[in-house]
């Protein structure tokens, strides 16, 4: 039995269900959900001015990137580049 497939809408290339990444953006005023690959979820958080971990609506993990980081009224989990956690930079 193969496994469930998704188009990334980013590349456009299909993947396996299991390597879907949640990424909540703002686009005009409205947080919208985009399922991405690994890849462009990397490209994503790379451009991005601002990105924040937060609680996803299918996966337990998901990124809110420049204006959802910011306004987001999701769990936060940490934001890119800053330590939240007190422990100093990871090595």
Same mark, same amino acid.
């Given at each position: 039995?193969?496994?469930?497939?998704?188009?990334?809408?980013?590349?456009?290339?299909?993947?396996? +269900?299991?390597? #879907?990444?949640? $990424?909540? @953006?703002? /686009?005009?005023?409205?947080? &919208?959900?985009?399922?991405?690959?690994?890849?462009?979820?990397?490209?994503?958080?790379?451009?991005?001015?601002?990105?924040?971990?937060?609680?996803? +609506?299918?996966? #337990?993990?998901? $990124?809110? @990137?420049? /204006?959802?980081?910011?306004? &987001?009224?999701?769990?936060?989990?940490?934001?890119?580049?800053?330590?939240?956690?007190?422990?100093?930079?990871?090595?």
């Amino acid at each position: 039995m193969s496994e469930a497939t998704f188009t990334c809408p980013r590349c456009g290339n299909e993947h396996p +269900d299991s390597e #879907k990444k949640e $990424v909540f @953006v703002n /686009e005009g005023g409205t947080e &919208t959900k985009k399922t991405l690959c690994p890849k462009c979820l990397d490209e994503t958080l790379n451009e991005a001015d601002q990105a924040v971990g937060v609680e996803g +609506d299918e996966k #337990k993990a998901a $990124v809110a @990137v420049g /204006e959802a980081a910011e306004s &987001t009224d999701r769990e936060t989990y940490g934001e890119q580049g800053r330590d939240t956690t007190g422990e100093g930079p990871r090595s």
